[in-house]
T-cell receptor
Framework: DTEVTQTPKHLVMGMTNKKSLKCEQH?????MYWYKQKAKKPPELMFV???????INESVPSRFSPECPNSSLLNLHLHALQPEDSALYLC??????????????FGPGTRLTVT | GENVEQHPSTLSVQEGDSAVIKCTYS??????FPWYKQELGKGPQLIID?????GEKKDQRIAVTLNKTAKHFSLHITETQPEDSAVYFC???????????FGKGTTLSVSS
């Protein structure tokens, strides 16, 4: 089973709202990723967690706050977003980082619209 | 840093024809090359990958070839079907880095 699940599927939020995106995998993977994808573009890496610790932050604005509460879960907390942050947010996981690269498996994404 | 170029950006074929998508990479340290298929409204799906110690890999109707000297790799889909219609992304990765660098994508349309 190579399934990564994400909730919600769709989210509409105002610029003053606080919301969270959730991601879950049960493959025993120890690396988890957040990507942002705009229409007709490839995914752009935002954050990488390795063994529940933040490993990479690709200079993402602080209005995006990631959290990895355990090895199966990954959250992305959103606050004071801008309309240009509207995009498909993808979660992915891989076996681990060290000794890689390993296959990355993506979830279905959360379609975020900021009004 | 690594740069991955992907061609063509759009590709239209008739059902049953073959489709080929090509990518070139710049970093000779890259050693892992996955291909993803993304259907409308879905996340990217890993369909095949190849590592630098292998020149070709096949899985039913899809195959990937790698030319390390020329730094390019290609996706080949034979006997295309309408359900192959999607956006295909190539990517490159290496041991030193952790990020996959993606090409810009190819929109494949298969008409019946």
């Amino acid at each position: 089973d190579t399934e990564v699940t994400q909730t919600p599927k769709h989210l509409v939020m105002g610029m003053t709202n606080k919301k969270s995106l959730k991601c879950e995998q049960h493959m025993g993977h120890r690396a988890m990723y957040w990507y942002k994808q705009k229409a007709k573009k490839p995914p752009e890496l935002m954050f990488v967690y390795s063994y529940e610790k933040l490993s990479i932050n690709e200079s993402v604005p602080s209005r995006f706050s990631p959290e990895c509460p355990n090895s199966s879960l990954l959250n992305l907390h959103l606050h004071a977003l801008q309309p240009e942050d509207s995009a498909l947010y993808l979660c992915a996981s891989s076996q681990q980082l060290a000794g890689g690269p390993y296959e990355q498996y993506f979830g279905p994404g959360t379609r975020l619209t900021v009004t | 840093g690594e740069n991955v170029e992907q061609h063509p950006s759009t590709l239209s074929v008739q059902e049953g024809d073959s489709a080929v998508i090509k990518c070139t990479y710049s970093d000779s340290a890259s050693n892992y090359f996955p291909w993803y298929k993304q259907e409308l409204g879905k996340g990217p799906q890993l369909i095949i990958d190849i590592r630098s110690n292998v020149g070709e890999k096949k899985d039913q109707r899809i195959a990937v070839t790698l030319n390390k000297t020329a730094k390019h790799f290609s996706l080949h889909i034979t006997e295309t079907q309408p359900e192959d219609s999607a956006v295909y992304f190539c990517a490159a990765g290496n041991q030193a880095g952790t990020a996959l660098i993606f090409g810009k994508g190819t929109t494949l349309s298969v008409s019946s």
